[in-house]
């Protein structure tokens, strides 16, 4: 494994980890809106195909920031749908 990969591996993991903390907790205890588990968890299957598919796809679209990008573009369709 490359350092380089551990770095992009643990950006990623910890944008998601903070995007999916930060949807929980504006959903519950700011927006006052009852969500199921399963939507508030939402933002982690980013980081599921991220493990299983990002080496399939081409060098410049494999990048960090498109990844953390799309984490949170799926935390704010979570925060619409918990309204």
């Given at each position: 494994m490359?350092?380089?990969d551990?770095?992009?591996?643990?950006?990623?993991?910890?944008?998601?980890?903070g995007?999916?903390?930060?949807?929980?907790l504006?959903v519950?205890?700011v927006?006052?809106?009852?969500?199921?588990?399963?939507?508030l968890?939402?933002p982690?299957s980013v980081y599921?195909v991220?493990l299983f598919?990002h080496?399939?796809?081409?060098e410049?679209?494999?990048?960090?920031?498109?990844?953390?990008?799309?984490t949170?573009?799926v935390?704010?369709?979570?925060?619409?749908l918990a309204?």
């Amino acid at each position: 494994m490359d350092l380089d990969d551990a770095q992009a591996d643990l950006t990623v993991a910890a944008a998601v980890a903070g995007c999916t903390i930060m949807v929980a907790l504006l959903v519950e205890y700011v927006l006052a809106a009852e969500a199921s588990t399963v939507l508030l968890l939402a933002p982690l299957s980013v980081y599921f195909v991220y493990l299983f598919g990002h080496r399939q796809l081409p060098e410049g679209l494999d990048q960090p920031r498109l990844w953390i990008g799309l984490t949170g573009l799926v935390g704010m369709v979570v925060i619409f749908l918990a309204v």
